[in-house]
């Protein structure tokens, strides 16, 4: 059974760091594209950054460049997303996804796998 599983979301003031996690299991992982997206309440889920298989090309919104960086360990079947300065606009579900045909798209149909999301709550 193919699994990924966001961790890491919480509570965190304007300006601190949060760091996500997304284990997946059932997959080969190590072949798949990965992304992070996120989703506001009454908003569409919107892109927020990609990661190729063998972490040669990463993407990102333009909102969170030079905030967030997204990395990868094969080793452990985990992607990561670091999340600095965070500011209130940032609060949202965040999901990750992986993209079977490895292109590391912004594109949300690209992705076929889903986990169910962590919460990520920023007071102002």
């Known amino acids: 059974q193919v699994q990924l599983v966001e961790s890491g979301g919480g509570l965190v003031q304007a300006g601190g760091s949060l760091r996500l996690s997304c284990a997946a299991s059932?997959?080969?992982?190590?072949?798949?594209?990965m992304g992070w997206f996120r989703q506001a309440p009454g908003k569409e889920r919107e892109f927020v950054a990609a990661?190729?298989?063998?972490?040669?090309?990463?993407s990102y919104a333009e909102f969170v460049k030079g905030r967030f960086t997204i990395s990868r360990d094969n080793a452990k079947n985990t992607v990561y997303l670091q999340m600095n300065s965070l500011e209130p606009e940032d609060a949202a579900v965040y999901y990750c996804?992986?993209?079977?045909w490895g292109t590391g798209s912004t594109t949300i149909s690209t992705y076929a796998l889903w986990g169910q999301g962590t919460q990520v709550t920023i007071s102002s």
């Open positions: 996804a992986a993209d079977q």
């Open positions: 059932g997959l080969t992982f190590s072949r798949y594209a």
């Open positions: 990661i190729r298989w063998n972490s040669i090309k990463t």
